[in-house]
């Protein structure tokens, strides 16, 4: 726990110099062998900022002498494949369409269309009958974030 707590802190001093303010931490994970730190940005986290930041993380840890066994070390944005996990990731992909699971188990699809506190909304297009007609009605669902389990951002082609 010393470990990622030592680079948590690291990377958030980091993360306070000019060029690098766009950036956020979202999770860093040691296990013995690997030590996996996953960033993101408001704007655009490329593959040189997340090198540059590994080059530095490498040269500071092995500067404090972190860690004395082999590993390995792997910084990279957090991807799509990976769940929303903070309040600023829910921001930033405001107007996207996202897929929620709930911890009641519930899965709810729709864009994100305000993060308001603890609340986001999602926009659903659905369709109900009436008087023999399908009418597309647009609603809004709102989520409180402490009933998400996780949070996916959906590709749509």
Known sequence: ???????KTWITEKFTEESFRDCFLVEVS?????LIVYLDSDIKLDLDKCAVISRWLAHKMEEADLIQEAFTLEVSSSGLDRP?????QYLKNIGRMVTVHTVAGNIIE??????????ITLQQ?????????KIKKTIEVVI????????FIQIKF
Do not use: A, F, P, W
């Not at 729709?110 to 609340?119: A, M, R, W």
């Open 1 to 7: 726990m010393l470990i990622e707590e030592t680079i």
């Open 30 to 34: 040691y296990n013995g062998r690997q």
């Open 84 to 88: 929303i996990k903070m309040h600023r």
């Open 110 to 119: 729709g864009k994100l269309t305000e993060v308001n506190g603890d609340l």
């Open 125 to 133: 297009e659905v369709i109900e009958k009436e008087k023999n007609k």
């Open 144 to 151: 409180h974030q402490s009933d998400i389990l996780k949070t």
